[in-house]
Nanobody, 123 residues
Framework: QVRLVESGGGLVQVGGSLRLSCVAS????????IGWTRQAPGKEREFVAA????????YYADSVRGRFTIDRDSDEDTVWLHMNGLRPEDTAVYYC????????????????WGQGTQVTVSS
């Protein structure tokens, strides 16, 4: 069984940076895509970024491209989301999320996610 555990959220001012971490367990996740989605109060969950675990190819939502970076460490079974230039609209609960492919992850077809970590950007 794959388990995803996020950490690293918090309160930051506009323009600040945070790094989210996701530790994955259960070997099956290495066959899939893994990434980050987020959900703000009163809004639907949306795609943020994804990485193909094997190839390392990355994908980003237009709203975060150029500000956020996703990467992974195979030895540590960890995926990070480096967030720079944070804006109030980035405030949300961020979920480490897996899917069969990065395309499916970007389209909302998930196979699992963690408990989430809160990111709050104050203006």
């Amino acid at each position: 069984q794959v388990r995803l555990v996020e950490s690293g959220g918090g309160l930051v001012q506009v323009g600040g940076s945070l790094r989210l971490s996701c530790v994955a367990s259960g070997r099956a996740y290495r066959e899939n895509a893994i990434g980050w989605t987020r959900q703000a109060p009163g809004k639907e969950r949306e795609f943020v970024a994804a990485i193909a675990w094997g190839r390392g190819k990355t994908y980003y939502a237009d709203s975060v491209r150029g500000r956020f970076t996703i990467d992974r460490d195979s030895d540590e079974d960890t995926v990070w989301l480096h967030m720079n230039g944070l804006r109030p609209e980035d405030t949300a609960v961020y979920y480490c999320t897996r899917a069969l492919t990065t395309t499916r992850l970007s389209q909302g077809d998930y196979t699992g996610w963690g408990q989430g970590t809160q990111v709050t950007v104050s203006s």
